[in-house]
């Protein structure tokens, strides 16, 4: 470096810049004090490693190769400029997250303090030991940390009652590549151990007493570049060799993955292009569990259909799925991780690579976290892997506080109310593991003893792949399982490895680093970081002691893992930090002592297995150190051995399963329930409706004493405006004693509980048009009701069609919609109102009705059981009003209030707001943030031009609302066409797509409102796939004609 005196110049600079830049304060302190500072091994071991730059590895490369003293200069120039660019970059960001970090900290203190201001009983002593760690059901002694509940005799004795069950368990896993037998591990980002765990994890389940049938939902894939067998519609997954779990079979009995088609077409796409395309997964999903529920229901369940006991998500995507799915079926859901997105989110931002923008548009972050911020808000239990994942990565989300929930736990033990407050059940359950295929070892072996001597086996062929590379093969072997990824810091334990000595002459080092054909074909930063594991080899001169074999099957990871116990050699995992550390289980059974990361989960192994040593993975020495003591020390290395193989049972799946399914069974029973049975005796007719049997005319109007105008057509047009505010007042006021009744019963009509009930006729209509439009004024929306119906009545529309109107209106203001547009209550089978909280029927005793000044409508009590769940009620409303008495309007030293509560709008599942000034409210994101942050689940919606705010149950909304009457009447979602505005509600992204058809009606919509979707952090686009061919926009002023021509390029009708 002679002549480059500068280049230290400003590598000095860049220190002084960031001192905890690398390897921190210390590090750069030590390296001044040393007197030695390379600029070479600093650009390298600290700078390059810091951010992860392939590209600029790559150029100090090509840098130091040059000959040219002139060039050379140049190039070390441009590169120090482009890191002190990085480090001023890096410390930006770092800054503007701590600045973050600290705000949320101080929202997450003050909504704390809010939650428990309505619980101020103290805890007792034994409560206040009820820390976070508890919330997966350990204790705080030091043995035995894994326990699967509280003792072995109560899983027991759960499993002996839960073996006279026959559950129907649902899974979730729609990313990747899924298959029973030959999966393709490491193919790609998205095929990797969550595809292992999920398949083996419902193949276990379907071998558990208990356990009738478990379907493992996916993605069929159709694509030529993918093999045939993704997609098959159904798959059964063969059972394991345990012969312990195996029970009775059934018709439709066992494990099978099951493919629902969704997304693009003949395409195999990244997971995170599938987020537009959630809301077809869950309709078609829910109609095949709808489907199985029946089939079940014959076979095992004496006619009645068998729901679902709990669907379960992995990962956000499929989380967002199992929610949707959840609220429809109103069953609990459970909900796994894998990772998550605010903890990505903090590494990435941490390296300093990409700015949050770049981040939120590469990997759909935001969607990505509001999906879990979802599974949070309608989880039962969420499963992890490890405390960790507790401690450090739930609690950075809102809908998460483990003091928080500590206390409601402790409220909840002592019968205390927790005013409408919930926080999901955290369970520690790490994945289990199928040990039927690997060989029984006797705990006092030497590793050596395996076959039989008389005949023995022939080596795997893998075998000789990796033993080909050593001059001396019998030497211990040291194996690494892991992707060239920089985060599984490979490059680390090579250099561990090439500068001890002793290590080197006593093992060798093996590398098994998925499959490869060429490193130019492999991703950048998994080319850079074998091009450095094979330039250290060269540096160290380990050839013949050093392993990396380019191809390995799947099915030859075992005998990989033979061979290194064989050997007497050691296991090692060096990340810098391991969720859960499957392969170390692994490893483990098959009798190998193990070295890991102290980071993450493999803490959580070692203290039940006790089967090796944790290290600093920043520490080379400390790595190197603790697998010379494994490879040197036998005793220890047989004691690790021996208690690795003792303990590990602990990680079979049946104990895995049991643990499952006894938190399965503590969760509260929740299924569709009716109280009122449709029978379908008397649906012969395909023309028998209300509006058949009720040729009847809702013209009416309503006098200031209350009596029946019986003159019959439309509102006279010399009516005053003041005689439609009379009107108005007196339908409210009948409304509201409908709406705010505490009574059980129907509304205006009494339903025969014979199940002979005339209501409603949607399972007769052959296409049902869902009329969606949020408009501002009640004129338009009545005007585009006008359009739709005159459009359904012209030719060419094959068979009956029925109508609903869903709105964020209440049911008293659509009444006065209809009588002032001159329609009749009975064209429509539905109303969904107040966005999805209340759905409503025509009522068949209109008569009775208009005498009694009631409204002509009967109110689906089944639908607001089914919503219950999770809603605050009370304590939400005293939330609300707290926070709507904070928004105000200073002008001077006078103060408005600019969201007052409308108690008249609102009902027992609606909480309504009026909105004086918009601009004043904080948006939908913000808002919900508040709600989740004090354990309030619940949906926010603006509406109206954000006039208006309603706040319902997590599973109420105008989308759910649909999929809950297809559940409950047997509505084909496929034969419903929405139409909708070009923008609306809050709520407006939840309407288009899925299983139905859209149309989207040209200049309709709210257009004055705040854009939602820049409110909820991420764009529209992440949830409509508006390329669709379900989906179609009409061409012109949106009038009946253009809906026609809309609905013939649906193939909805014919012209």
């Not at 034969?975 to 909708?980: E, I």
């Not at 949106?1038 to 012209?1055: E, F, H, P, T, Y």
Request: with cysteine; hydrophobic share 35%.
């Amino acid at each position: 470096m002679a002549g480059n005196d500068w280049v230290n110049s400003y590598l000095e600079a860049i220190l002084d810049v960031e001192p905890g830049f690398g390897g921190g304060a210390k590090s750069s302190l030590l390296l001044r004090e040393r007197g030695r500072f390379s600029p070479t091994r600093y650009f390298v071991e600290e700078v390059i490693t810091g951010f992860d730059e392939t590209d600029l590895y790559r150029s100090w490369v090509r840098a130091a190769a040059t000959r040219s003293p002139q060039e050379r200069n140049t190039r070390l120039e441009n590169m120090c400029w482009r890191i002190w660019n990085l480090a001023r970059k890096k410390k930006q960001i770092e800054s503007e997250e701590s600045q973050r970090t600290a705000r949320r900290r101080l929202e997450r203190e003050r909504g704390r303090r809010e939650a428990i201001a309505d619980m101020s009983e103290d805890l007792s002593e034994g409560e206040k030991g009820d820390v976070v760690s508890d919330i997966s059901s350990h204790s705080d002694a030091k043995k035995s940390r894994i326990p699967r509940i509280s003792s072995t005799d109560i899983i027991e004795t759960l499993a002996s009652q839960l073996s006279e069950k026959k559950f129907y368990i649902v899974l979730i896993s729609i990313h990747g590549l899924i298959r029973g037998e030959n999966m393709e591990l490491g193919r790609d980002s998205d095929t990797g151990g969550q595809v292992k765990y999920v398949v083996e994890l419902a193949r276990a389940l379907g071998m558990m007493p208990g356990v009738y049938r478990v379907d493992l939902l996916t993605r069929q894939i159709l694509a030529p570049d993918v093999h045939w067998s993704y997609g098959e519609p159904i798959e059964m997954l063969t059972p394991g060799k345990s012969d312990s779990m195996m029970h009775e079979a059934g018709e439709s009995s066992g494990a099978y993955i099951v493919r629902i088609p969704f997304g693009p077409k003949d395409k195999y796409v990244a997971k995170e292009l599938l987020w537009p395309h959630i809301q077809e997964f869950v309709d078609g999903a829910l109609s095949h569990i709808t489907h199985m529920s029946k089939v079940l229901g014959e076979q095992i369940g004496g006619g009645q259909p068998v729901w679902p006991v709990a669907i379960h998500g992995h990962y956000a995507d499929a989380g967002n799925s199992a929610a949707l799915l959840s609220g429809a079926l109103n069953v609990p859901m459970l909900f796994t991780g894998h990772s998550l997105g605010r903890d990505k989110l903090e590494q990435l931002l941490k390296q300093g690579r990409q700015s949050r923008e770049e981040i939120y548009a590469t990997y759909k972050i935001m969607r990505r976290i509001e999906a879990e911020e979802l599974c949070l808000d309608s989880s039962e239990i969420v499963i992890t892997s490890t405390r960790q994942e507790i401690e450090e990565q739930w609690r950075l989300y809102d809908g998460f506080d483990p003091m928080l929930e500590r206390k409601l736990r402790a409220r909840i033990k002592r019968g205390k109310s927790c005013h409408g407050r919930f926080m999901p059940r955290m369970v520690v359950i790490p994945p289990g593991m199928e040990f039927g295929h690997i060989a029984s070892h006797d705990a006092d072996g030497d590793g050596e003893a395996e076959g039989n001597e008389d005949n023995p086996s022939p080596d795997p062929p893998i075998w000789f792949e990796i033993m080909r590379f050593f001059s001396n093969p019998r030497k211990p072997m040291i194996l690494a399982l892991a992707r060239p990824d920089p985060k599984k810091n490979i490059t680390t334990l090579v250099k561990a490895f090439g500068e001890c000595r002793p290590l080197r002459e006593l093992a060798n080092l093996t590398l098994v680093m998925g499959n490869r054909e060429c490193i130019d074909e492999m991703p950048s930063t998994n080319a850079s970081v074998l091009i450095s594991i094979l330039k250290l080899i060269d540096k160290y001169d380990l050839y013949g002691q050093v392993a990396y074999p380019k191809h390995h099957k799947q099915s030859e990871v075992p005998d990989i893992y033979r061979l290194a116990a064989k050997t007497k050699g050691v296991f090692i995992n060096p990340a810098f930090i391991e969720p859960f550390g499957l392969t170390l289980i692994e490893a483990s059974a098959h009798g190998l002592p193990i070295v890991a990361t102290k980071n993450g989960g493999p803490v959580d192994i070692h203290r039940v297995l006790d089967n090796g040593l944790l290290v600093d993975p920043h520490d080379q020495k400390a790595i190197a150190d603790a697998l010379l003591k494994l490879v040197a020390d036998k005793q220890l290395w047989t004691k690790c051995r021996q208690n690795g193989l003792k303990n590990i049972h602990l990680f079979s799946w049946p104990e895995h399963c049991k643990t499952y399914l006894s938190r399965i069974a503590s969760c509260r029973p929740r299924h569709p329930q009716w109280q009122f049975q449709q029978d379908d005796a008397g649906l012969d007719s395909p023309s028998d409706s209300l509006r058949d049997i009720q040729d009847l005319s809702l013209n009416l109007k309503l006098s200031l004493d209350g009596e029946k105008n019986e003159e019959s057509g439309s509102m006279e047009s010399e009516s005053t405006a003041e005689n439609v505010k009379r009107m108005a007042n007196a339908v409210l006021a009948a409304s509201k004693r409908i709406i705010n009744s505490s009574h059980k019963t129907v509304l205006n009509e009494k339903v025969d509980p014979t199940g002979n009930s005339k209501f409603p006729a949607l399972r007769r209509r052959k296409h049902i048009f869902v009329i969606c439009v949020d408009c501002g004024a009640t004129a338009d929306l009545s005007d585009v009701i006008h359009n739709i119906l005159e459009a359904a009545k012209k030719d060419g529309l094959s068979g009956p069609v029925g109508f609903i109107l869903s709105t964020a209106l209440t049911i008293s203001e659509v009444h006065l919609l209809l009588i002032s547009g001159g329609m009749s209550a009975t064209e429509f089978d539905a109303f969904i109102c107040n966005n999805g909280s209340d759905i409503y029927y025509p009522s068949s005793t209109l008569d009775e009705a208009v005498m009694s000044s009631e409204l002509p409508y009967v109110v689906d009590l089944d639908y607001v059981n089914h919503i219950e769940y999770r809603w605050g009620g009370e304590g939400l409303r005293k939330t609300l009003i707290g926070w709507a008495a904070s928004v105000v309007s200073r002008k001077g030293e006078n103060e408005e209030q600019m969201v007052i509560e409308n108690e008249e709008r609102s009902t027992n599942h609606c909480f309504a707001f009026e909105v004086k000034d918009p601009t004043l409210v904080p948006s939908v994101k913000d808002l919900r943030k508040m709600m989740r942050i004090q354990g309030l689940r619940c949906h926010v919606i603006y509406s109206q031009n954000c006039s208006k705010l309603h706040v319902i149950p997590v599973l109420a909304s105008r989308s759910q609302a649909l999929r809950y009457l297809y559940i409950r009447w047997g509505t084909e979602l496929s034969n419903m066409v929405v139409f909708v505005g070009e923008s609306g509600d809050t709520d407006y992204d939840g309407l288009i797509g899925g299983a139905n058809k859209t149309v989207i009606l040209t200049g309709l919509g709210d257009s004055k409102q705040r854009h939602p979707y820049a409110n909820k952090g991420y764009a529209i686009e992440d949830v409509v796939a508006f390329d669709s061919p379900n989906i179609v926009r009409t061409v012109g002023d949106s009038r009946s004609d253009d809906i026609l021509s809309a609905l013939v390029q649906l193939g909805i009708c014919k012209l």
